[in-house]
């Protein structure tokens, strides 16, 4: 055991790496779900001992190889990174159950090992993104996650799942290519790749030759915000998650774009922060003025959505919002919410798509018409969408009122009192579409499609329970996300004040 | 006189523009999707450009431990280009294996035609 420890930041990555590489040899689905179930919960004890070392200890620094940093690359644990590798690895261990009748019902037979596969690969992508200290490795990382959930996406049934996938592969290569123009500026001025070793020099060569850096700075923006579907630059998520198999969707929405926003919160808090002076550009004034579209815009359009997964896909654009207006407003309270609603969303999020993908699996639907008088029918599956969805309505006692507190209270300090009214105005949008589903599911007369309709099975049902009784724990006792996400982000502005 | 100087003496970025900026617009501008695969290689390849011509240093050798060389081009990027080609293909294989697949669902890769086609259903 004591061997193994000091190499547990390369085995947050190697274990779903190998996982994935197995499930390719494989040919029956179930002894892939069998692998990849024995990978997802491992994770998570990596994770917590990793997290538990860093709270207790401080950063940890790896040497992939042995290669002394900055020449060789680094993985860096700090408390941020540490939330971020325990709410991706968590969130995959909960939900796997769900996958196998999921992916059983909705995925050839013949092709399940592969999806597993691409699972796993996806899963090494997204912790390698968050456990990485090198800008070039995470381009590598970003890249692995971004292919293999190409091809997630492709596997939904729909013939628009194809054109879905194409389109953010278009979209999803150009940001990760802005990403490495961006990193390549950045190193043509400091020379280095490793993010500790740029903070050090950046501020020299910013004030030497400031045009590279702020170019670097906007290319970086733009790449991961294409990543992370950061108003406008998310038209191809509604798709994405609206075409995917259910188990992807839940997968995706949980946890892809929270990575990316964990890369743009590191870049711009560790990195670019310390170095440039950003009053000088109107960097926060942007990401505020982005976020509030996201927040009033997406919600709007969510209410006018029949397809009750493209409509919570609208809702995630609009909670994205949510989470960039914390990075946007930038003092210790508003980076809190932004963190904290990094899991909030995730446990939420995950938890509506989940009780959807049950739905479908009962019904074959997913259209609100078909679904009338579903909560009936499935009593225990809508109310914890329901309580989910009252989650991301932001009712007090639930996960969602903990993140909007913050960001509310974070707004007040930096003096913009109209960002509450925004914060209130998306939150009563999203009473409206979420209002809508409850009326339709619960106060109505049972649609012939439902009629045989009941409970999942238990290896669906338990994962759902899980999660929406986590959004209600998470509003209440609030010690493992706001405690800590307090802690990385007062972590996180130390660098600049 | 001053601009033409700073123009020839950035040669390499000037062509490093061009070809992101032609991959871009072909990537925006184009309907067929196998053309805007080809319009988003472009546009990766010019960032290998970006990398690469930065590493070279006039007169300077490989990096080799030898007292007899002191001057030598800086062999990372060529490192981080490799892996970036390799990513490149990888992206360019999936996404063509992807057009493959429209192909037999819709029997076209015109996007507007394939838009229309979903739209009547």
């Keep these: ?497 | 006189m001053q601009a033409l100087q700073t123009f020839a003496e950035h040669y390499n970025y000037v062509i490093t523009i061009f070809l992101m900026v032609t991959g871009l617009y072909i990537v925006v501008a184009r309907g067929n999707m196998v053309k805007k695969l080809i319009g988003l290689s472009i546009f990766q390849t010019s960032v290998y450009l970006l990398y690469i011509a930065p590493g070279k240093i006039v007169g300077g050798t490989a990096p080799i431990l030898d007292p007899a060389f002191t001057v030598y081009a800086n062999p990372l990027p060529h490192v981080l280009i490799l892996t970036a080609i390799v990513v490149g293909v990888a992206t360019l294989a999936l996404g063509l294996a992807l057009v493959v697949r429209i192909n037999e669902c819709y029997g076209t890769i015109e996007e507007d035609e394939i838009f229309a086609k979903d739209d009547e259903q």
């Design chain 1, 1 to 497: 055991m004591t061997a193994v420890l000091p190499h547990l930041p390369a085995l947050q990555v190697v274990v779903p790496l190998l996982g994935a590489i197995l499930a390719g040899f494989l040919r029956r689905g179930t002894t892939a779900f069998v692998l990849a179930l024995a990978v997802s919960w491992a994770l998570p004890l990596i994770a917590g001992a990793l997290l538990w070392q860093v709270l207790a200890g401080g950063p940890i620094s790896y040497r992939l190889g042995g290669w002394e940093p900055p020449y060789g690359i680094e993985y860096r644990v700090d408390v941020f990174n540490a939330f971020v590798l325990m709410l991706v690895s968590s969130i995959g261990a909960v939900i796997m159950p769900f996958a196998r009748r999921s992916v059983a019902l909705e995925i050839d037979r013949g092709r399940q090992a592969w999806f597993y596969c691409m699972y796993l690969l996806c899963l090494t992508g997204l912790l390698g993104i968050a456990i990485t200290g090198d800008a070039f490795n995470a381009f590598v990382f970003l890249e692995i996650s971004a292919l293999s959930t190409y091809v997630l996406i492709a596997a939904g049934r729909d013939r628009r799942a194809l054109i879905a996938s194409y389109q953010y592969l278009i979209m999803g290569t150009i940001g990760a290519t802005f990403y490495v123009i961006g990193v390549g500026l950045i190193w043509v001025v400091t020379g280095s790749l490793n993010l500790v070793d740029i903070t050090a020099r950046l501020a020299e060569a910013a004030a030497v030759q400031p045009r590279p850096v702020i170019a670097a700075l906007a290319f970086l923006t733009v790449g991961v915000s294409l990543k992370l579907a950061l108003f406008p630059l998310h038209s191809w998520l509604p798709n994405a998650y609206a075409f995917a198999p259910s188990f992807a969707t839940t997968f995706l929405a949980a946890t892809a774009t929270k990575v990316a926003v964990y890369l743009l919160i590191r870049l711009y808090f560790s990195v670019f922060w310390p170095a440039l002076r950003l009053q000088d550009l109107p960097v926060n004034a942007l990401i505020i003025g982005l976020s509030i579209a996201a927040m009033i815009i997406a919600s709007f359009i969510a209410i006018f959505q029949t397809d009750l997964k493209r409509m919570l896909a609208y809702s995630s654009v609009a909670q994205i919002g949510y989470i960039t207006l914390g990075i946007g407003i930038a003092n210790q309270d508003g980076l809190t919410g932004s963190i904290v609603h990094l899991a909030n969303h995730a446990v939420m999020k995950a938890t509506l798509f989940m009780a959807l993908g049950a739905v479908f699996y009962r019904t074959g639907a997913v259209r609100l018409h078909d679904l009338s008088g579903i909560g009936q029918k499935m009593p225990l599956t809508m109310t914890a969408f329901v309580i989910a969805g009252f989650g991301i309505i932001g009712t007090p006692g639930t996960a969602g009122f903990i993140s909007k507190w913050y960001l509310a209270v974070g707004a007040l300090h930096a003096g913009g009192w109209p960002l509450v009214l925004v914060i209130m105005t998306s939150s009563l949008l999203a009473l409206v579409y979420i209002g809508r589903v409850i009326e339709v599911a619960w106060f109505r007369e049972a649609s012939p499609v439902c009629a045989d309709a009941r409970d999942p099975p238990l290896s669906m049902l338990i994962p759902i329970l899980v999660l929406a009784a986590a959004t209600i724990w998470f509003g209440i006792d609030t010690q493992w996300t706001a405690g800590i996400a307090g802690k990385a982000a007062a972590m996180l502005l130390g660098g600049f004040t």
